[in-house]
C-alpha cells in the first residue's frame, strides 16, 4: 500500500479507535472463553457441561440477533459497541469475584454464558456496520483487511494468554480480561461519526428486512451463503486433536501448532491485502480463494507428514482470510447504510451457524467415514461448493471491481 494511504488510515483517529476496540475486547473476549471452559471443568469434570457452556452462548446469538441489527440501524451504533462491551466488563468482575470468593458454581456459569450471548449478539452487527461509517468508501477494503490482521492477532495472543494466566487460577484471568475489557471501552467511547437518527418503528417487518434484502439481492446472497456452506464443510478444526494423537502422533505441543496454524495464515494474508488489496477481477478471485481453501482442506486430510501438514493449514488460513476481505467489503458495499446493521446480523447468523454445525458435521462424519473420510469429504464438497457458486450467482462470480 502506498505510504500516503496508510498514513490517511492511521490517521482516521476513529477507525484506529475502533480497531484498537476490536482487538482489545477479543483478546479479552478468547482469554473469557478459555478461562470459563477450564473453569466449568474444574468444577464438574464433565463434557456434557463444557458442550452446555458453549450452547448457552449460542443460543441467545440466534434468537437475538436478527433484533439486534434493527437497533443498529435505529440508534448510534459506536454507543452499543460501548454498551456490549460494559456487559462483558461486569461479567468478568463478576467471574472474578466468584472465583476469588469462592462462590462460583455450575448454574452461576451457564447463567453468565447466556448472558455473553446476549451482550455478543448486540455487538456483532453493530461492530459490523460500524466501518463504512468510518472511513471512505475508496479505503474499505484496507480497513476491513486491517481489521482482519487485528482479529487474527487477537485469536493467536488471546487463548495462549488465558491458558499462561490460568496457572495463577481463574480469578488471574478474569481480571486480565476485565483489565482489557476496561481498556477497550475506553478506546470504544471515543469513536465518533455523525449519526442520522432513523425513526422507523419497530416491527417484525423491519426486523426481518434484513433477511429479505439478502435474498433479493443475489450478488448479497451469494457472498453470505459461500461462508455459510464453505465451513460447514470445509472446517477441520473440530478433529485436530484426533489428527495429533492418532495420524500425525505429535502430541500437544504439536496440536497447538496446528490449531495456531489457519489464523498464522489468515494474518499474513490480511498483511498481504492491506499492502496490495485486489482491484479487479474481485469475483474469480474470491470464488478461487474458497477453491484454494477445499483443496489445502483435501491436502490436510490425507497428509502423514507434519510439515505438510502445517503447510495446508496456514494455506487454509490465508484462503478463508481473503475470501473474508472480500465478502465483507462486498456486502458492505452493496447495502446501505439503514440497513448494514440488519444485513449484518443476517451474516452474524450464518458465520455462527457455520461454525457450530460445522463442528458437528466434522464429527458426525468423522464418526461414520473416520477422521481423514470426513475432512476429505469436506474439502471436496467445498470445492464443489466452488464451482457451483459461478453457475449460481452469476453477479457474484463476474464482479470485476469492488466499488
Known amino acids: 500500500m502506498p505510504s500516503s494511504d ?6 482516521n483517529r476513529p477507525y484506529v479507535r475502533y480497531w484498537f476496540t476490536r482487538v482489545s475486547s477479543v483478546t479479552a473476549s478468547q482469554m473469557l472463553m478459555v478461562a470459563i471452559a477450564w473453569h466449568m471443568y474444574d468444577l464438574t469434570s464433565s463434557a456434557w457441561d463444557l458442550g452446555l457452556v458453549g450452547l448457552f452462548q449460542f443460543l441467545p ?12 440501524d435505529r440508534h448510534h451504533r459506536g454507543r452499543i459497541l460501548t454498551l456490549c462491551l460494559v456487559l462483558q466488563f461486569a ?7 466468584a472465583s476469588h470468593w469462592n462462590f462460583a458454581t455450575r448454574e452461576l456459569i451457564l447463567g453468565i454464558s447466556v448472558m455473553l450471548g446476549v451482550a455478543r449478539a448486540f455487538q456483532m452487527p453493530a461492530q459490523q456496520s460500524l466501518i463504512p461509517l468510518l472511513v471512505p468508501q475508496s479505503m474499505l477494503q484496507r480497513a476491513i483487511a486491517m481489521g482482519a490482521s487485528g482479529m487474527q492477532i487477537a485469536i493467536i495472543c488471546g487463548p495462549a494468554l488465558g491458558g499462561l494466566l490460568y496457572v495463577g487460577g481463574p480469578a488471574t484471568v478474569y ?5 482489557t475489557l476496561l481498556a477497550s471501552i475506553a478506546f470504544a467511547v471515543g469513536i465518533h461519526y455523525k449519526h442520522t437518527p432513523n425513526a422507523m418503528a419497530a416491527s417484525w417487518e423491519s426486523v426481518l428486512a434484513g433477511l429479505k434484502f439478502v435474498w433479493q439481492r ?3 446472497l451469494g457472498a ?31 496440536l497447538g501448532l496446528l490449531r495456531a ?13 492491506l499492502r496490495w488489496p485486489l482491484r479487479r477481477h474481485v469475483g474469480p478471485k474470491l470464488l478461487a480463494a474458497v477453491a484454494v481453501f477445499g ?16 503447510l495446508a493449514l496456514v494455506l487454509t488460513g490465508a484462503a478463508d482470510s481473503i475470501s473474508v476481505v472480500v465478502r465483507s467489503t462486498l456486502v458492505q458495499l452493496e447495502t446501505p447504510n439503514e440497513m448494514r446493521g440488519r444485513v449484518s446480523a443476517v451474516n452474524s447468523i450464518f458465520i455462527g451457524a457455520s461454525n457450530q454445525l460445522g463442528e458437528f458435521e466434522s464429527g458426525a462424519t468423522a464418526a461414520a467415514f473416520g477422521a481423514v473420510g470426513s475432512v476429505v469429504f469436506g474439502g471436496v464438497g467445498t470445492l464443489l461448493i466452488a464451482a457451483s457458486w459461478f453457475k449460481l450467482f452469476p453477479a457474484l462470480a463476474q464482479r470485476d471491481r469492488m466499488e
Open 6 to 11: 496508510f498514513s490517511a488510515l492511521l490517521s
Open 61 to 72: 446469538a440466534l434468537v437475538l440477533t436478527l433484533p439486534a441489527g434493527h437497533v443498529a
Open 91 to 97: 461479567i468478568a468482575l463478576l467471574l472474578m469475584a
Open 175 to 179: 481480571a486480565t480480561a476485565a483489565a
Open 218 to 220: 443475489k450478488l448479497v
Open 224 to 254: 453470505t451463503t459461500l461462508d455459510l456452506f464453505a465451513v460447514l464443510l470445509g472446517g477441520a478444526t473440530a478433529l485436530l486433536p484426533i489428527y495429533a494423537r492418532d495420524i500425525l502422533q505429535i502430541g500437544p505441543v504439536g
Open 261 to 273: 496454524a489457519p489464523a498464522a495464515g489468515a494474518f499474513l494474508a490480511s498483511i498481504a491485502l
Open 295 to 310: 483443496l489445502a482442506t483435501v491436502v490436510f486430510g490425507l497428509s502423514r507428514s507434519f510439515t505438510l501438514s502445517l
